[in-house]
């Protein structure tokens, strides 16, 4: 396998699935261990990856892999520089006012396309469709059940700085997310990429009639 793709895959792996021992990423890309390890050393010559050892049973500890901060930086915000210039503008011309209305307008035409794409689905299927437009918008996103829980959960955020510079962003999602799965279900964030988490992650509930 080409140098380049091999560690191009392993690096997604480690974005989209969090810290990973060798072994695990070599069953999951299908590759052998050896290969994984070459790669992994490879990377972290390069600054991209790192490990931390763990004690998770009996036996010596195992080695988790994650990405450096440089190897975030390889799956980059959009137009980052020209989004955050434009937020600056749109305060100095508009105030903070006028910020909030631009969102709000972003806020209803999100929903409205959100809206049509889930007609007649379930919540489950909901929620696995949000994620496949979320993915398309570049957030990577999944839609999990864990222990029971419904998860709709995003590895990457594209608007990072964005949202950083304005947290509205944040909550105008969670208010879309809210309303496009329906009445009678409430979205709680419990993972937050710009607060210092690997993910955004939130819990879908449905309330009780």
């Given amino acids: 396998m080409n140098q380049d793709r091999a560690a191009d895959r392993l690096l997604y792996a480690l ?3 969090g810290p990973q021992t060798a072994a695990g990423m070599a069953e999951q890309l299908e590759v052998t261990p050896v290969a994984i390890r070459q790669t992994l050393e490879r990377l972290e010559a390069e ?3 790192e490990y931390e050892d763990r004690r998770v ?12 901060g440089a190897g975030h930086a390889r ?25 909030d209305r631009l969102i709000s ?18 919540l489950a299927q909901k929620v696995a469709r949000l994620a496949e437009l979320r993915s398309a918008e570049g957030y990577m996103a999944e839609a999990r059940d864990e222990d029971g829980q419904l998860l709709l959960v995003e590895n990457h955020c594209p608007i990072c700085i964005a ?3 304005c947290q509205n962003f944040c909550r105008s999602e969670l208010a879309i997310f809210e309303a ?14 710009v607060s210092g988490a690997r993910r955004c992650a939130y819990r879908i509930i449905e309330k009780a009639a």
Wanted: proline letters at 4%.
């Fill in 15 to 17: 974005k989209s699935g």
């Fill in 47 to 49: 600054g991209l990856v």
């Fill in 57 to 68: 049973s009996v036996g010596r500890p195992k080695r988790f892999w994650h990405l450096t």
């Fill in 75 to 99: 799956f980059p915000d959009r137009h980052s520089a020209l989004t955050l210039e434009l937020i600056n503008a749109a305060t100095a011309i508009f105030g903070e006012e006028g910020l």
């Fill in 105 to 122: 307008h972003r806020e209803a035409r999100t929903l409205k396309s959100y809206g049509e794409a889930m007609v007649g689905l379930t």
């Fill in 163 to 165: 949202a950083t510079r």
């Fill in 180 to 193: 496009a799965l329906g009445p009678g279900v409430a979205v709680e964030r419990i993972d937050h990429i």
